[in-house]
């Protein structure tokens, strides 16, 4: 027992040490929060410049569209896995990046090698945390269904379980916890694009944040209840701003536009949580002025570190040799 509570302190020290992606390129170390979780011989630019594209048919039905819609934006949310993971700034995305899988993914104390994580970690759960260091590889959700070893009318529960047990989650709302189980059998190789990877851009975050936004309104104009799924929505936007927010560090102008922004979500993130009507008017609003928000975004892209020329230079890592 005092093995294991060593082992979670300790393990403990490590997630904090990988917290707060804003404190830490504040001082030069590590520009991108998510590079706290990739080998540290991995080339930065190669992982954070591009990001592999998403295999996801949306159905035709709408009502069906808006489910998936609200479990893809519940996926990229550090705030539905809570505890540990969320203060370390993971997120379903962090292993399963654009819903496929991520063989860079290697989290200090939770991973064994690359592309792998121990679910079952005491840092991590409090009630399936088994005190063994049992890493195992993370599977692509994109991939042939068989190879998930879970059989689709079982999803539901199996992400519960994942949330609520092994991460220390607080209980999905219904509508989240069916909308994850529908994305995810979205997802397939069917529906993957020609081209594997494409280039991460402030545009494209932005973009997820407004589908976002736009499952909150949906989930608000279908009458959720206390507004605990479109909170959830908001908070998935919010995420993608943060993710915006990192790379314009350097340029106060870009991020005070970015905070004030956030500051604006987080207020309509307290009135749909409240329940009150004028909520669902500010998120269409707030839709609305991201495009100037995008387009001053992207005229400073060049100087951000979404350029890999200068996320190259900011990384000031030694990459791994070149082999002929």
Not at 137 to 144: E, T
Request: proline letters at 9%.
């Amino acid at each position: 027992m005092d093995r294991r509570r060593r082992r979670t302190r300790a393990l403990a020290g490590v997630a904090l040490a990988a917290l707060g992606g804003l404190a830490l390129a504040a001082d030069g170390r590590l520009p991108l929060q998510a590079m706290s979780w990739i080998p540290r011989d991995a080339d930065p630019v190669r992982v954070f410049a591009t990001q592999p594209t998403e295999c996801l048919r949306v159905p035709a039905d709408p009502a069906a569209a808006r489910s998936v819609e609200i479990g893809r934006a519940a996926f990229r949310t550090p705030v539905l896995l809570g505890g540990q993971a969320a203060r370390a700034g993971l997120s379903c995305e962090s292993c399963h990046r654009s819903g496929r899988g991520n063989p860079d993914f290697q989290f200090p104390g939770a991973s064994g090698g690359p592309g792998t994580a121990d679910v079952t970690l005491s840092l991590f759960s409090s009630r399936r945390g088994n005190g063994v260091h049992d890493p195992r590889p993370i599977p692509d959700l994109s991939g042939p269904r068989e190879r998930l070893n879970v059989a689709s009318a079982d999803l539901p529960q199996f992400i519960r379980g994942l949330v609520v047990e092994e991460f220390d989650g607080r209980e999905p709302p219904p509508a989240v916890l069916a909308g994850l189980a529908d994305y995810v059998r979205a997802l397939g190789p069917a529906a993957c694009p020609a081209f594997a990877r494409e280039r991460t851009s402030p545009r494209r975050l932005l973009d997820d944040a407004r589908r976002a936004v736009r499952a909150a309104e949906a989930s608000l104009a279908a009458g959720d209840p206390d507004g605990p799924t479109a909170a959830l929505m908001i908070a998935a936007a919010r995420a993608r701003l943060f993710l915006i927010d990192e790379r314009y560090v350097a340029q106060p102008a870009e991020v005070a536009r970015l905070r004030a922004a956030d500051a604006r979500l987080a207020g309509l993130q307290a009135a749909a949580r409240d329940g009150r009507p004028d909520a669902a008017r500010g998120l269409a609003r707030w839709r609305a002025a991201s495009r100037d928000l995008e387009a001053m975004l992207v005229l400073r892209q060049p100087a951000s570190l979404f350029d890999p020329d200068v996320l190259k230079t900011a990384t000031n890592r030694r990459l791994p040799p070149k082999t002929s």
